[in-house]
């Protein structure tokens, strides 16, 4: 069935890289996503990339799609406390027939001043 | 910008009681989803419906159901709550005309204790 996987926690200090990884498992995922969620708040969309792209860059964010390895990653650069937050990678599966999204646990992201 | 909107961000309900979560999306969205979302366990998806009327059941759809009368609003009843329902509650909407079809919008979400 479909599974997305992340790990739960990450923490970094103010001013480094965050790379936060996802692995999916359907391969006919049409979109791939990232969303934010501050405390207390709901999901934010912060960005998506399409499953023919590698890669999709957006100011300090970087999205890098390994298709071979349904793998996903989110790379934030020069973090900063108000990153702190968690972190959902989503992939639609069925090329998007159903429109259902499926979500992963979601990560943590703990920034240390 | 597309604005979802739930009746309530705190609820404290007693088990046993009904309890109604309303959602309202403003954009004309066709797409309407329930989840919950539990530490450690991610969102899951309760109900959705693709259209007024149509309903479809989600991944963990026991003990509630939903009505969806107008399209702007989507609502997520308990018949009957029980202490395991307390959670987060998130609502989004979404359209299949947009690009990145699936892209969800969400609710700031109603966080219901059940005593």
């Known amino acids: 069935g479909e599974d997305v996987e992340q790990s739960l926690f990450l923490s970094v200090r103010e001013g480094d890289s965050s790379v936060i990884n996802c692995t999916y498992t359907d391969s006919s995922s049409t979109y791939l996503y990232w969303y934010k969620q501050e405390p207390g708040a709901g999901l934010q969309l912060l960005t998506y990339?399409?499953?023919?792209?590698d890669m999709k860059q957006d100011q300090r964010l970087t999205v890098l799609l390994n298709k071979k390895d349904k793998h996903l990653s989110l790379r934030i650069a020069d973090t900063q406390t108000g990153d702190s937050a968690i972190y959902f990678c989503?992939?639609?599966?069925?090329?998007?027939?159903?429109?259902?999204?499926?979500f992963g646990t979601g990560t943590l992201l703990a920034v240390q001043p | 910008d597309v604005k979802v909107t739930q009746s309530s961000r705190y609820l404290v309900k007693r088990t046993g009681e009904k309890v109604f979560l309303e959602c309202v999306q403003d954009?004309?969205?066709?797409?309407m989803f329930w989840y919950r979302q539990d530490p450690g366990l991610g969102l899951r998806l309760i109900y959705f419906?693709?259209?007024?009327?149509?309903?479809e059941k989600g991944d963990i759809p026991e003990g509630y159901s939903v009505s969806r009368e107008k399209k702007e609003r989507f609502s997520l009843i308990l018949e009957s709550a029980s202490t395991n329902q307390t959670s987060m509650y998130l609502c989004?909407?979404?359209?299949?005309?947009?690009?990145?079809?699936?892209?969800?919008?969400f609710g700031p979400g109603t966080r219901l204790l059940v005593l």
């Open positions: 989004a909407s979404s359209s299949p005309v947009e690009v990145g079809t699936e892209t969800q919008y």
């Open positions: 419906s693709y259209d007024v009327k149509m309903k």
């Open positions: 990339i399409f499953s023919n792209m």
């Open positions: 954009m004309d969205h066709e797409n």
């Open positions: 989503a992939e639609s599966p069925h090329g998007g027939a159903t429109n259902k999204l499926i």
